[in-house]
Nanobody, 121 residues
Framework: QVQLVESGGDLVQPGGSLRLSCAAS????????MAWYRQAPGKQRELVAR???????NYADSVKGRFTISRDNAKNTVSLQMNSLKREDTAVYYC???????????????WGQGTQVTVSS
């Protein structure tokens, strides 16, 4: 069994910063691509940022230059540093990861439970 647990969501003023973290635990052989998605009320879930096991990153246009995704392969963690936050960044942020399980072939995709980020004055 594998779990992804996010932390770091909070209420922050416009222009402020937050750092989200996600830790994968369980019977993990390796983690491949890891990503952050978000879902605002009444909207579809969207990709915010993604990072491969080799460190290649890609970002949604709306967060480029403001958000930075990073990971620690040894600890199976991924983080999202969010700067210059805007009201429109308000959403539930979800961690997502492609994981290889010990003793099983193939790649399995997992989601965290989500953490709320609210940008408001």
């Amino acid at each position: 069994q594998v779990q992804l647990v996010e932390s770091g969501g909070d209420l922050v003023q416009p222009g402020g910063s937050l750092r989200l973290s996600c830790a994968a635990s369980g019977n993990i052989f390796s983690t491949e691509a890891m990503a952050w998605y978000r879902q605002a009320p009444g909207k579809q879930r969207e990709l915010v940022a993604r990072i491969t096991s080799g460190g290649t990153t890609n970002y949604a246009d709306s967060v480029k230059g403001r958000f930075t995704i990073s990971r620690d392969n040894a600890k199976n963690t991924v983080s999202l540093q969010m700067n210059s936050l805007k009201r429109e960044d308000t959403a539930v942020y979800y961690c997502n990861a492609d994981i290889r399980i010990r003793g099983f072939l193939g790649l399995y995709n997992y989601w965290g439970q989500g953490t709320q980020v609210t940008v408001s004055s």
